[in-house]
Nanobody, 120 residues
Framework: QVQLVESGGGLVQAGGSLRLSCAASGSSYAMGWFRQAPGKEREFVATIRPSDGSTYYADSVKGRFTISRDDKKATVYLQMSRLKPEDTATYYC????????????????WGRGTQVTVSS
């Protein structure tokens, strides 16, 4: 059983930065970040492979967001820079057996989410 706990969300001005963390107990899975804005479907953000640290991003965040992992701390990070109001959403950490995949159905475990609000 994998338990995921996100943290690091908050309120930030447009153009600012924020780093999200996901504590991932018992996970050697591919790790991903998704987000969901009110009234919208859950959207893939980024994923990282455990074996070699390969990463894959949604076009909407490529060049602004960076996913990384610290296996000693069993933590996955999402460094978000040049934030835009449209990045406002609840951000979820997920673990799955497939890489790379942007399909939420292929992730087996989910955290409860952390809110990110970007003001204009």
């Amino acid at each position: 059983q994998v338990q995921l706990v996100e943290s690091g969300g908050g309120l930030v001005q447009a153009g600012g930065s924020l780093r999200l963390s996901c504590a991932a107990s018992g996970s050697s899975y591919a790790m991903g970040w998704f987000r969901q804005a009110p009234g919208k479907e859950r959207e893939f953000v980024a994923t990282i492979r455990p074996s070699d640290g390969s990463t894959y991003y949604a076009d909407s965040v490529k060049g602004r967001f960076t996913i990384s992992r610290d296996d000693k701390k069993a933590t996955v990070y999402l460094q978000m820079s040049r934030l835009k109001p449209e990045d406002t959403a609840t951000y979820y950490c997920a673990a799955g057996r497939f890489y790379p995949t942007s399909r939420s159905a292929q992730y087996d475990y989910w955290g409860r989410g952390t809110q990110v609000t970007v003001s204009s």
